[in-house]
């Protein structure tokens, strides 16, 4: 069976500072894999989607990069952190559909 | 650009009672219609799904109903628990999903 597995669980981070978040899928071959943001108590942003290795496509501007060096391996970062990065960071996989969500990582940016 | 609308943004219904969540959706090409639960810490998780050809799926005490003219679809959770209580999202989905912003409901019981 398929299982996705994200890490850290949570996060304190200065700004200013570097993120890395990892985010790993066991048990299929090549993925679409996502990376998500939700706001407290807000809904789901697409930050970026990845159909192959070191194929990334970004949905919106911001202070985050992703990158994919592997086929089931899939990475979020961030050179300086700002206050408005802090949220719950969701890594998702899927072959067609529906999407599989990990248990995401809970970024405070102090 | 809001491609699907949820409503209502919060929920409380008695246990026992029965949830009802709406959204609407714009692109008629969308075929996949999915809903999520999400508790407090975790991710979403899937919770049911339809596709565009079928008006009607019932999982348990969850149903799917689709109206596919109107471009709306429901969630309906019938004898709601305490259990229950979390954020609720619908989906539509082509080549990429389109959340909706999301319910939260909760159980009184």
């Known amino acids: 069976s398929q299982t996705i597995h994200q890490w850290p669980a949570t996060l304190v981070q200065p700004v200013g500072s570097p993120l890395s978040l990892e985010c790993t899928v066991e048990?299929?071959?090549?993925?679409?894999l996502y990376w998500y943001r939700q706001a407290a108590g807000r809904g789901l942003q697409l930050l970026f989607y990845?159909?192959?290795?070191?194929?990334i496509s970004s949905e919106v501007p911001q202070n985050l990069s992703a990158s994919r060096p592997q086929d089931r391996q899939f990475i979020l970062s961030s050179k300086k952190l700002l206050l408005s990065d802090s949220g719950f960071y969701l890594c998702?996989?899927?072959?067609?559909?529906?999407?599989?969500f990990g248990n995401g990582t809970r970024l405070t940016v102090t | 650009q809001q491609q699907v609308k949820q409503s209502p943004q919060s929920l409380i219904v008695q246990k026992g009672g029965i949830s009802i969540i709406n959204c609407a959706y714009e692109?008629?090409?969308?075929?996949?219609f999915p809903w999520y639960q999400q508790f407090p810490g975790k991710g979403p998780a899937l919770l049911i799904a339809?596709?565009?050809?079928?008006s009607e799926k019932k999982e348990g005490r969850f149903t799917i109903s689709f109206n596919k003219s109107a471009k709306q679809f429901s969630l309906h959770i019938m004898d709601s628990q305490p259990g229950d209580s979390a954020t609720y999202f619908c989906?539509?989905?082509?080549?990429?999903?389109?959340f909706g912003a999301g319910t939260r409901l909760t159980v009184k019981p």
């Open positions: 998702a996989w899927s072959v067609g559909s529906p999407l599989h």
């Open positions: 048990g299929t071959s090549n993925p679409n």
């Open positions: 990845s159909v192959g290795i070191g194929q």
């Open positions: 692109n008629t090409a969308f075929d996949y």
């Open positions: 339809i596709r565009p050809d079928v």
């Open positions: 989906a539509a989905s082509l080549n990429d999903m389109r």
